[in-house]
């Protein structure tokens, strides 16, 4: 034993630290860098314009459910029609109560300064399905003959009480001035049948939560089965947000917007409505 202590105490003192070989380590080359940045952002892309997608409640049509600055990841792919390329997906149909992001159904939709058409995105709830009988009775929404639980939309009371609103469709919509041309009134003649509005096969009939505050369907009608974007799942980010804020399109505004977000990051995120799931 003493023999094989000298004999390693005599190699180390020949061979010291120092003179072993180091071990190689590579470094990436620029090169391989940005293949690793691209793979990300293919992935991102991927992810955004496939399976989900970030979008921002800019009005308060839908309160006390959502509220303006509340920030939403919405699932494309669940309400998407299915695809062979993606067996494993989940699809199915839309179903009242769900909450949809959608086009605003538009017979031609406006011109941005570029000359491209500009379609607007919404996010109401789904309360008529392909088939069904719906009016409103003093603000309660009666569908096929039943009236219908309303947990989430808002009351109809003395004060907020307005005919077209609340007696639908027994009146023609009220003419808007404060409306764009884009978001102008529809009439449903040929779809009421005896005081009920029939919803035709492939639309949806939506209404906001805040239901005497909301431009849905009773002001501009069915929104078609292919409009349907998809439905929000995580309410990921929300921050406490001016109603007029999302109308502000000029440079300055919105930078002094992300000023204002960067100052008030902590003290005016709602974190009580940060990280929950949109129903």
């Known amino acids: ?17 120092e003179a072993l070989p180091k071990a190689v380590t ?4 620029p090169f391989e860098s940005l293949a690793g940045i691209c793979a990300v952002l293919v992935v991102g892309l991927f992810i955004l314009t496939f399976l989900a997608q970030n979008f921002v409640i800019p009005s308060g049509s839908m309160e ?3 509220l303006v600055g509340d920030h939403l990841i919405v699932d494309r792919i669940t309400l998407a029609p299915p695809t062979k390329w993606m067996p494993l997906a989940h699809y199915r149909e839309p179903r009242r109560g769900d909450i949809l992001v959608f086009l605003k159904p538009v017979a031609e939709p406006d011109l941005d300064a570029d000359g491209k058409p500009q379609y607007f995105i919404l996010v109401k709830r789904l309360v008529g399905l392909p088939g069904d009988h719906i009016h409103l009775h003093n603000g309660i929404v009666i569908i096929n003959g039943v009236a219908q639980a309303q947990p989430h939309a ?17 009146m023609p919509p009220p003419n808007i001035a404060q409306v764009p041309d884009s978001w102008s009134s529809v009439e449903f003649p040929k ?8 919803v035709p096969q ?14 849905d369907s009773r002001y501009w009608g069915f929104v078609p089965r292919q409009n349907i974007v998809g439905r929000p799942l995580l309410n990921y980010w929300s921050f406490n947000t001016p109603n007029d804020i999302y ?6 505004s919105r930078v002094a917007w992300m000023g204002h977000i960067a100052l008030h990051f902590f003290t005016e995120t709602r974190w009580s409505r940060t990280l929950h799931l949109t129903r």
Do not use: C, W
């Open 247 to 252: 109308e502000q399109t000029g440079i300055g």
């Open 1 to 17: 034993m003493a023999k094989k202590n000298k004999r390693a105490a005599k190699e180390l003192a020949e061979n010291p630290p």
């Open 26 to 29: 590579a470094e990436e080359t």
């Open 154 to 170: 808002q009351p109809t009371t003395p004060e907020n009480y307005q005919t077209f609103l609340d007696e639908f469709p027994s």
């Open 202 to 215: 492939g639309m949806y009939f939506m209404m906001g939560d805040n239901r005497h505050d909301s431009l």
């Open 64 to 66: 006390k459910t959502l």
């Open 191 to 198: 779809d009421v049948v005896n005081g009920d509005l029939v």
